[in-house]
Every structure is written in structure tokens, then in C-alpha cells.
């Protein structure tokens, strides 16, 4: 049983998606029917869609879309974690109609493609807090030199569930350690964050990497946070960067070979389902 954290679909005749452009490689659709093939063989039983970073204008009806998909006779989507705007003025209004929606368990706006300095102001901060109480977690995509950013967002919002993304991104290609460990560890004491595992080998060498290449990466982060605080994800179709979905999964459970089994359940789906209720 795996519940898929971390799952991403593309319909490029429904949505815009402004930074496909520069991304050759996944500037394709990624349909619900592609992966429910694949997940049902290697045994993803759930699955929560993150937003795309669709166009401003086509965030809700990205929401709308995946609703559709979850009547559906045996999809297997619990909920989506919808695209938000911390730094506008709207925010608030947005919220409101997001708290509406049972689809929606979480909000994320990418970080680690925007100016350092938007999550330090004063509106973005204010408007994070409104989170709490409401349920909903905030998913943090950033680089390892921002870690300490958002550490400082962490702080200012000590109410509020966040969740990090991909193991914050480390750079298994060049076989860097620092200081995206030393920053790991640093938000890792915040009790308030949740770690994804999620796609971490697109992050490695798509021709040459290995189990090994990736295993000190990921044993640091579960180290680092502890079984209680680490979810799974798939992150696919940016997983294929660096290999199939179903390479991802074999490589996961290859990882978790000699772990307990009630650790490879925390991971794989209990620590999921009591954070976002599935």
C-alpha cells in the first residue's frame, strides 16, 4: 500500500502552464489514465495531485479538473493540494473558497523559481498564518541555498504544517553534501515540517546513477527528521528526468530494504493518511 504524495498531471489543451517552455523534456501531458496504469501495477493504492504552477488565471480551474477525476469510479486521487498566492492582496478571498472545497488538503506556491525575498515580506508572512487552524499544510519547494529562508518562514508561522519537497532538492549529480545537510538538519528540528521523499534520482545523474548514489540522500533526510515525519511521493512525470515511475518505486523499496515494517508503512502511507485524513 503506497499513497503517491506528490503527483503531478499536465493537460495542455485545458490548462497553461507558462514554464513547460523551458523544460523540453516534460513539455508533454501527463493524463490521470497513464498513470493509474502504472500505479496499479506497482501498488499505489492513493494519490493527493500537487498543482503545476499553471498560469495565475488557471489555477482554480486546475482544481476543477482533478475534481472530475475523483468522481470517477475507482480513482484513486483523495484530494489536491491547490496553487495559492501568499503575496497578493487576495489571498484572503481565495482562501475562503478554497476552505469550501474537501478536495483540496494543502497549498503550495513554488519558491525556488521566484526572487529570494518574496517570502520575507510582511503580506506573505500574514497571509501564511491564516493557515492555521484550517487544516490545510503548505508545501515548501525550495533549493538547498534556501533552506535557511524558509526556516525563517517556518518560524514566523509556528502554527502552520508545512511539508518540504523532495528532500529540499539536493544536488546528488555533482555528489554535493553541504551545505544542503547542514541546512537539512537545521529545518528538520522545527517539529512543525513534514519531509517529502519524493523523486529525489531527477536530481541525479539520469544516465549513470545508482542505488548508492542516491541512499546517503535519502537516509540523511529520514535521519534527520524521523519516521514519523516523512511522507512519499512520486513527483511524476519530473521523476522521469531521471527514469520511470516505476524505477522510482523499485528504487524506494530497494532503499527500505532491512527497515522495520512499521517504517516502511510510516513512509509509504500511515505518516500520509493522519497528516491529510485519507
Keep these: 500500500m503506497i ?3 506528490h503527483l503531478h498531471l499536465i493537460y495542455r489543451n485545458k490548462l497553461s502552464y507558462p514554464w513547460l517552455k523551458q523544460v523540453s523534456e516534460l513539455d508533454r501531458d501527463a493524463t490521470y489514465d497513464q498513470y493509474h496504469t ?11 495531485h500537487m498543482e503545476v504552477d499553471v498560469a495565475e488565471h488557471d489555477q482554480v480551474a486546475e482544481t476543477d479538473l482533478i475534481k472530475t ?32 472545497r474537501n478536495e483540496i488538503k494543502g497549498l503550495r506556491r513554488v519558491l525556488h523559481v521566484m526572487e529570494d525575498s518574496l517570502s520575507t515580506t510582511t503580506l506573505f508572512r500574514d497571509n501564511l498564518r491564516r493557515l492555521s487552524g484550517t487544516g490545510l499544510t503548505f508545501d515548501l519547494c525550495v533549493l538547498p541555498a ?12 509556528p502554527d502552520v504544517t508545512f511539508i518540504l519537497d523532495h528532500c529540499a532538492v539536493p544536488d546528488i549529480k555533482t555528489q554535493s553534501w553541504s551545505p544542503w545537510s547542514t541546512h537539512l538538519n537545521k529545518i528538520a528540528q522545527r517539529h512543525n515540517v513534514i ?11 539520469p544516465n549513470t546513477w545508482t542505488l548508492d ?8 533526510t529520514i535521519g534527520s527528521f524521523g519516521w514519523d515525519r516523512v511522507v ?7 521523476c522521469t528526468l531521471g527514469g520511470s515511475l516505476e524505477t522510482w518505486v523499485a528504487a524506494t523499496h ?4 532491512g527497515c522495520s515494517k512499521e517504517e516502511k508503512s510510516a513512509l509509504l502511507h500511515t505518516n500520509a493518511a493522519r497528516l491529510w485524513s485519507l
Excluded at 502504472?38 to 493527493?48: F, H, M, P, S
Excluded at 512519499?232 to 519530473?238: E, H, R
Aim: aromatic share 6%; glycine share 4%.
Design 38 to 48: 502504472i500505479a496499479a501495477r506497482v501498488g499505489i493504492t492513493d494519490a493527493l
Design 213 to 220: 548514489d542516491l541512499r546517503p540522500y535519502v537516509e540523511h
Design 232 to 238: 512519499w511521493g512520486s513527483d511524476s512525470p519530473v
Design 195 to 205: 519531509v517529502k521523499i519524493s523523486g529525489v534520482m531527477a536530481y541525479a545523474n
Design 254 to 257: 530497494a532503499l527500505l530494504r
Design 3 to 5: 499513497i503517491d504524495t
Design 146 to 157: 534556501q533552506i535557511p529562508l524558509a526556516i525563517e518562514l517556518v518560524d514566523e508561522c
Design 69 to 100: 477525476f475523483m468522481h470517477k469510479p475507482d480513482c484513486l486521487l483523495r484530494g489536491a493540494i491547490a496553487s495559492c498566492r501568499p503575496e497578493s492582496t487576495n489571498f484572503i478571498d481565495n482562501l475562503e473558497h478554497q476552505l469550501e
